[in-house]
């Protein structure tokens, strides 16, 4: 069965960074855009990141542009999400996601995680 299980979510200080993984199996994602999305309590889920699987291309919100890297490990299918310069609005659960097109809304996704929380302390 296709599964995404992302880890390293924890509690951090403003500032402070943190590594986000995402374990896909289950299915060839030769062919697929891989997503990390996120969602506070009371507000909606949100596009952070997104990478092809082959790496090519990469895209960002703008809310983490500049402080977020997403990238992927070929040899083990993960898909890395590295936070840096963490702020607390980053406090949010977050998902890791794939889909076979580029797009931002997150009813589109063929795959979801079961997420993993990160929370930023002021």
């Known amino acids: 069965q296709v599964q995404l299980v992302e880890s390293g979510g924890g509690l951090v200080q403003a500032g402070d960074s943190l590594s986000l993984s995402c374990a896909a199996s289950?299915?060839?994602?030769?062919?697929?855009?891989m997503y990390w999305f996120r969602q506070a309590p009371g507000k909606e889920r949100e596009f952070v990141a997104a990478?092809?699987?082959?790496?090519?291309?990469?895209y960002y919100a703008n809310s983490v542009k500049g402080r977020f890297t997403i990238s992927r490990d070929n040899a083990g299918n993960t898909v890395i999400l590295q936070m840096n310069s963490l702020k607390p609005e980053d406090t949010a659960v977050y998902y890791c996601a794939a889909d076979r097109l580029y797009i931002t809304n997150a009813q589109y996704m063929d795959y979801w995680g079961k997420g993993t929380l990160v929370t930023v302390s002021s």
């Open positions: 289950g299915r060839t994602f030769s062919n697929y855009i």
């Open positions: 990478i092809h699987w082959s790496g090519s291309s990469t």
